[in-house]
């Protein structure tokens, strides 16, 4: 495992923490991307609030998660991945 995928994991791990710990409405909860988030994301795990990350690290972890779907044999749609990605960057955290 390289230094990169293991630092991504600790952050999901503690965006996992952190978002278990408060139960907040999702930015933007009810639109289109909101829903396309929870609904591919949230197949295999808990949604962690976009404000917990920066917008780097969604760029990182989208692009880790979206390796994990191809291997588990959901492939994200490019166009999914985008408007997902988008919503997350909008929505995230300046730290």
Not at 16 to 29: K, R
């Amino acid at each position: 495992m390289s230094a990169r995928d293991l630092i991504v994991r600790l952050i999901a791990t503690l965006a996992l923490v952190a978002t278990a710990a408060c139960s907040q409405p999702l930015p933007e909860e009810g639109s289109a991307d909101a829903r396309l988030y929870v609904d591919r994301c949230g197949r295999c795990h808990a949604v962690y609030m976009p404000g917990m990350l920066t917008s780097a690290m969604w760029e990182a972890m989208v692009g880790r998660m979206e390796g994990e779907m191809k291997r588990r044999g959901r492939p994200l749609d490019p166009v999914d991945r985008e408007r997902i990605l988008a919503y997350l960057q909008r929505n995230a955290g300046t730290r």
